[in-house]
């Protein structure tokens, strides 16, 4: 559920079941996953035992600390006003009515840490039981639930994708132990004309344990009713939901992730590519002593030269016949020519390590 849908459970309800009626295609229709959101059929993932509640982490120096245990000065409330949750002993909880927290700051792309505990006394049932969850983006929600035995449809429990995709395991620890998720988000790229390009992609850690692999949200979270994407701005705050449980939280931190996509500069290795005579190749190929032991062979096959080293052979890219690089990696290749214009000596460089060597006669 998207934060602005909480009052609208009742319109959004109604709206739905009009649609239903007024379209029979819809009553087959599905969810891009495959499955009707909230199917209770859809199969539980299996328990796993995480072990006790750890120490808080602590956070590394290049994140942004959102919460340490003393104040909610990165947060703010749907209003934009101060936010309306209250810090208790050293961790953070809803009010009645406090509402949804939103990150001061916004983010994209992002690797988020946080620590939450459901009531230790438990209340409610299925979703009403330690119900809350932190919508990346204020848009694609990972569920925060009492899931430690709880009986509730599997695309709600706790590491769900909210909705969409259950968690791989349950690693839920019981109520009132400190659990950690560590999330990875990357946003949904649109082109110019506002189509999306790449889904967003969410990859999560419950208590160290892998429940979510690089998923692909098909749209911002929804309660009953389908999102599809549509372009917004690039960072949104990170939202905390009040779903009516006091559901606590603490140690949050964030590190904004580099884009996935950087064109990396022109390399050094990567000039101009030549193509040798016979006669030249014919000079280059042969054996060549390397100093302080070894030899390295150049030979010419299938219309290329290789270089051969202690690993497979490696490729060579003519740049002029003194110059090559090497088809994979950033490295060179560099002879220099006696006075009858044979290869003399030779010189490999690769990973900052430059080797010598003369040719063998
Ligand atoms: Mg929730």
């Given at each position: 559920?998207?934060?602005?849908?909480?009052?609208?459970?009742?319109?959004?309800?109604?709206?739905?079941?009009?649609?239903?009626?007024?379209?029979?295609?819809?009553?087959?229709?599905?969810?891009?996953?495959?499955?009707?959101?909230?199917?209770?059929?859809?199969?539980?993932?299996?328990?796993?035992?995480?072990?006790?509640?750890?120490?808080?982490?602590?956070?590394?120096?290049?994140?942004?600390?959102?919460?340490?245990?003393?104040?909610?000065?990165?947060?703010?409330?749907?209003?934009?006003?101060?936010?309306?949750?209250?810090?208790?002993?050293?961790?953070?909880?809803?009010?009645?009515?406090?509402?949804?927290?939103?990150?001061?700051?916004?983010?994209?792309?992002?690797?988020?840490?946080?620590?939450?505990?459901?009531?230790?006394?438990?209340?409610?049932?299925?979703?009403?039981?330690?119900?809350?969850?932190?919508?990346?983006?204020?848009?694609f929600?990972?569920?925060?639930?009492?899931?430690?035995?709880?009986?509730?449809?599997?695309?709600?429990?706790?590491?769900?994708?909210?909705?969409?995709?259950?968690?791989?395991?349950?690693?839920?620890?019981?109520?009132?132990?400190?659990?950690?998720?560590?999330?990875?988000?990357r946003r949904p790229?649109?082109?110019?004309?506002?189509?999306?390009?790449?889904p967003a992609r969410i990859?999560?850690?419950?208590?160290?344990?892998?429940?979510?692999?690089?998923?692909?949200p098909?749209?911002?979270?929804?309660?009953?009713?389908?999102?599809?994407?549509?372009?917004?701005?690039?960072?949104?705050?990170?939202?905390?939901?009040?779903?009516?449980?006091?559901?606590?939280?603490?140690?949050?931190?964030?590190?904004?992730?580099?884009?996935?996509?950087?064109?990396?500069?022109?390399?050094?290795?990567?000039?101009?590519?030549?193509?040798?005579?016979?006669?030249?190749?014919?000079?280059?190929?042969?054996?060549?002593?390397?100093?302080?032991?070894?030899?390295?062979?150049?030979?010419?096959?299938?219309?290329?030269?290789?270089?051969?080293?202690?690993?497979?052979?490696?490729?060579?890219?003519?740049?002029?016949?003194?110059?090559?690089?090497?088809?994979?990696?950033?490295?060179?290749?560099?002879?220099?020519?006696?006075?009858?214009?044979?290869?003399?000596?030779?010189?490999?460089?690769?990973?900052?390590?430059?080797?010598?060597?003369?040719?063998?006669?």
């Amino acid at each position: 559920m998207i934060p602005f849908m909480k009052s609208h459970h009742l319109c959004c309800l109604l709206a739905c079941f009009g649609c239903f009626i007024a379209n029979s295609d819809s009553l087959h229709a599905q969810l891009p996953t495959g499955w009707k959101q909230h199917d209770w059929d859809r199969p539980r993932p299996a328990k796993v035992d995480v072990g006790p509640e750890s120490p808080a982490a602590q956070p590394p120096s290049d994140a942004i600390v959102l919460f340490d245990g003393t104040n909610l000065d990165q947060w703010r409330s749907g209003d934009k006003g101060p936010a309306k949750w209250i810090v208790k002993d050293g961790a953070m909880e809803p009010t009645p009515h406090g509402g949804y927290l939103y990150s001061a700051q916004s983010f994209g792309d992002c690797q988020l840490h946080l620590e939450w505990a459901s009531p230790e006394k438990i209340v409610g049932t299925s979703q009403g039981r330690g119900n809350s969850g932190v919508f990346l983006q204020g848009l694609f929600e990972v569920q925060i639930l009492d899931s430690f035995d709880n009986e509730t449809y599997a695309d709600g429990q706790s590491g769900a994708i909210y909705g969409q995709y259950p968690p791989l395991v349950n690693a839920s620890r019981k109520p009132g132990a400190w659990q950690s998720y560590d999330i990875v988000f990357r946003r949904p790229h649109y082109s110019d004309s506002g189509q999306l390009t790449q889904p967003a992609r969410i990859t999560v850690l419950h208590n160290g344990v892998l429940i979510q692999d690089h998923v692909e949200p098909v749209g911002p979270t929804s309660w009953i009713q389908f999102h599809k994407y549509a372009p917004t701005p690039e960072k949104l705050p990170l939202t905390l939901q009040d779903h009516g449980n006091p559901v606590r939280f603490r140690n949050i931190w964030i590190r904004e992730l580099p884009p996935t996509t950087i064109s990396p500069p022109q390399s050094p290795y990567d000039p101009v590519v030549v193509e040798l005579t016979k006669d030249q190749i014919d000079r280059i190929v042969g054996t060549y002593k390397r100093n302080g032991g070894g030899t390295w062979e150049i030979s010419f096959k299938d219309g290329k030269l290789w270089f051969h080293t202690i690993a497979k052979p490696l490729e060579m890219i003519p740049h002029s016949e003194r110059e090559f690089g090497l088809k994979y990696t950033a490295g060179s290749i560099n002879l220099e020519y006696d006075q009858e214009n044979r290869p003399a000596k030779i010189s490999f460089t690769m990973g900052g390590t430059t080797s010598q060597g003369t040719r063998e006669r």
